[in-house]
């Protein structure tokens, strides 16, 4: 009986370690403020080594028919701040691109359906995440494997509602992409939520669950 006792013990004892070292941000995604499916981005790991899955799932309908898919799933391995593989698929209403990514010496070696490229040095994603890809000058695109020039202004302050509370917030303006890509972090650098324009001037917003 003690044994199993011990046993259950040891058990719940590695089991939790796993648990703490997991963060997950659920997003509902709204255009112009109508639901549209989700972005759900989960990070686990301990130390350097970390792995981030990000999934999405957006469908636009108009008059109950399906105008508009997207499916995007990747898997990330991180060390430190450095992306060290990714694996990405999408399916862009029917548009699919596949983009692979793998360490290769000092770099990160960068394959498309239609190219291959190594980029030098510590490569960060489109990771919202981490809040410090607002230091960055390029970050690489998951869905088209495009290493793409970026800049990020600060706005300051303001107070958005998260979870249907009001929150102090830091405002962040990503530029680079075809559209401009505002963020929301806590005063403690969590990320808090995304706004963007999107094609036909419609507003997308992702809003934590």
């Known amino acids: 009986m003690r044994s199993r006792v011990v046993i259950l013990c040891l058990l719940a004892l590695c089991?939790?370690?796993?648990?703490?070292?997991?963060?997950?941000?659920?997003?509902?995604?709204?255009?112009?403020?109508?639901?549209?499916?989700?972005?759900?981005?989960?990070?686990?790991?301990?130390?350097?080594?970390?792995?981030?899955?990000?999934?999405?799932?957006?469908?636009?309908?108009?008059?109950?028919?399906?105008?508009?898919?997207?499916?995007?799933?990747?898997t990330e391995r991180w060390r430190g701040n450095c992306l060290e593989s990714l694996a990405a698929r999408t399916d862009d209403n029917g548009d699919r691109s596949v983009v692979d990514a793998v360490s290769a010496g000092e770099g990160l070696q960068v394959a498309t359906g239609a190219a291959r490229e190594t980029l030098g040095g510590c490569v960060m994603s489109f990771a919202y995440w981490n809040p410090q890809i607002l230091r960055q000058t390029r970050l690489l695109n998951a869905?088209?494997?495009?290493?793409?020039?970026?800049?990020?202004?600060?706005?300051?302050?303001?107070?958005?509602?998260?979870?249907?509370?009001?929150?102090?917030?830091?405002?962040?303006?990503?530029?680079?992409?075809k559209n401009p890509i505002d963020l929301w972090y806590s005063t403690a650098d969590e990320w808090l939520a995304l706004e963007s324009t999107v094609a036909g001037g419609r507003r997308l917003r992702y809003a934590l669950n």
């Open 143 to 177: 869905q088209t494997g495009k290493f793409e020039a970026v800049r990020v202004n600060a706005l300051g302050e303001e107070v958005i509602t998260v979870r249907g509370q009001p929150q102090t917030a830091r405002k962040f303006r990503l530029t680079g992409p």
């Open 15 to 74: 089991s939790t370690p796993a648990l703490a070292q997991t963060r997950v941000w659920d997003f509902r995604a709204l255009l112009d403020d109508a639901p549209i499916g989700y972005h759900r981005f989960t990070l686990s790991g301990e130390g350097a080594a970390r792995e981030l899955k990000s999934e999405t799932r957006f469908e636009v309908k108009v008059l109950f028919i399906s105008a508009y898919r997207y499916l995007h799933d990747a």
